[in-house]
């Protein structure tokens, strides 16, 4: 424990007992309070780590409401508080529901005053002890430390940023809705040189195909109607840094030659404008279709492909990542926790079930969403199964032999390309299969883009 006397929040209507535990408490820093309200007086202006306090308070006495509701508004104003509840003699049932509700502990009155002294150093010890740790997680956020994954497939993507980011390659990055393609190209940006310079990002698809152009390029004054003073394009605002073209996929054809240009020449002209500016992006491009439908019927073009798909990164749908459900889901109820001041503690072990069973369809995005709702609704300290909208038990059917060596096939065909960085005459040799009936699987499971 520090060496000053740390602030210890007394919330107590009892004289007698606030008298001798300011006495005997002497290397804490007490401060006191008799109700609700002055309590939260106290942790606004003193923001004690340890908050000691009776359950009856007035103007409900005898009973535990008032106390439960203190103790609740202390945490979603200081969630990290740990409180110590006083409880009546022999009231053990409220006790456990104070835990249950995020109290820390609980000692019964009368107190002894050395263990309660022990418990309160206890406290006051995690307390430091977590504040140390956060800190230090503060300190070395990597730039994939928000970037949660444990399965085999994701961690291989991560390696596949790392060894990507450092280069000036076009990247396409491919996958599901709500994947998480804008967090690669962030981490992609962050990883790389360019770090320190702007990270622009425009969807193509939220923006109307006349306006687009002008997003893009920029025009001078007096270039349309309405134009009426010059202004920089993404792509200008974007030099020297990183251009993400979020959903390429659905650029309409005129611009997509004007982008090719651009790749080519790199060079840009505002619209009305005469002069060519030079413009120093790395282009980053993410799509949730497939590219080579849209190239076969023609609503891409195939040579802008080849130009800014250098490299290719495939983001796996949720539900082909082994074991990142659960931990995703974790960290983003604490994240919903800390951001709506909710004192909720985890999911039910039926909710976690739920949550690996589940097929995602929305992916990370449909997840996130499920989370936040369920904490912001939930009356109960553990989000349950209905509070995130899912049927309990409602596992996946007894998969099909079929389901089975499709999987197989799909994992060994990952882990091969893996181990061997993307090199397929490799890849085939580990599998003990040719070159060309490899390259038929990576086609059949769709991770071969054209
Ligand atoms: N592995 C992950 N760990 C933690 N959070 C994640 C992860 N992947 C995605 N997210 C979160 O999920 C949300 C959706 O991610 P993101 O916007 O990057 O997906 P997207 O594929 O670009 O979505 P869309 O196709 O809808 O544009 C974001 O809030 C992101 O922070």
Not at 96 to 107: N, Q, T
Not at 185 to 191: D, E, G, K, T, W
Not at 220 to 234: I, L, S
Not at 235 to 242: C, H, K, R, V
């Amino acid at each position: 424990m520090k060496n000053e006397r740390q602030p210890l929040l007394i919330v107590e209507d009892d004289p007698g007992l606030t008298r001798q535990l300011r006495w005997s408490l002497e290397k804490y820093d007490p401060v006191f309070a008799a109700d609700r309200e002055e309590a939260l007086k106290q942790v606004r202006q003193h923001q004690p780590s340890v908050v000691l306090q009776d359950l009856g308070l007035p103007p409900d006495p005898n009973g535990t409401a008032e106390g439960m509701a203190c103790m609740q508004d202390i945490l979603r104003l200081a969630p990290d508080t740990k409180i110590i509840v006083v409880t009546g003699n022999g009231d053990q049932s409220s006790a456990v529901r104070a835990i249950g509700l995020g109290a820390w502990d609980f000692y019964a009155k009368p107190p002894d005053l050395d263990v309660l002294e022990v418990i309160i150093d206890r406290a006051q010890h995690i307390w430091e002890l977590e504040q140390e740790h956060k800190a230090l997680q503060r300190r070395d956020v990597s730039p994939l430390a928000d970037i949660i994954a444990a399965s085999r497939n994701m961690l291989a993507v991560l390696r596949q940023v790392e060894k990507v980011a450092p280069t000036r390659a076009t990247t396409l990055i491919q996958g599901e809705t709500g994947t998480g393609k804008e967090l690669i190209a962030r981490a992609l940006h962050r990883l790389s040189d360019r770090a320190d310079q702007p990270f622009v990002a425009i969807n193509c698809a939220a923006i109307p195909d006349t306006l687009l152009e002008s997003e893009l390029f920029g025009y001078e004054k007096g270039a349309f109607t309405g134009a009426a003073r010059q202004t920089p394009g993404k792509i200008e605002l974007a030099d020297q840094g990183t251009l993400f073209l979020d959903e390429i996929g659905d650029m309409p054809l005129d611009l997509q030659a004007k982008l090719l240009r651009f790749l080519q020449e790199r060079v840009i002209e505002r619209l009305g404008g005469r002069n060519e500016i030079p413009v120093d992006v790395r282009i980053l491009c993410a799509t949730h279709r497939d590219v080579s439908e849209l190239i076969k019927t023609g609503a891409f073009r195939e040579d802008l492909y080849y130009r800014v798909s250098e490299i290719v990164i495939h983001i796996p749908p949720l539900r082909e990542r082994d074991g990142d459900a659960v931990p995703i889901a974790q960290e983003l109820l604490r994240r919903a926790a800390e951001q709506h001041g909710r004192t909720v503690r985890g999911f039910t072990s039926d909710a976690i079930l739920a949550i690996e069973s589940y097929a995602w369809p929305g992916n990370i995005r449909e997840l996130e969403n499920r989370v936040n709702r369920a904490v912001i609704m939930t009356e109960n300290p553990m989000v349950t199964c209905e509070d995130l909208g899912l049927v309990p038990g409602e596992a996946n059917p007894f998969p099909t032999l079929k389901m089975t060596r499709d999987n197989a096939e799909k994992e060994a065909l990952d882990h091969a390309l893996s181990v061997c960085s993307g090199n397929l005459s490799k890849a085939a040799e580990l599998l003990g299969i040719s070159r060309p009936t490899l390259y038929d699987l990576l086609k059949r499971h769709r991770l071969l883009q054209v």
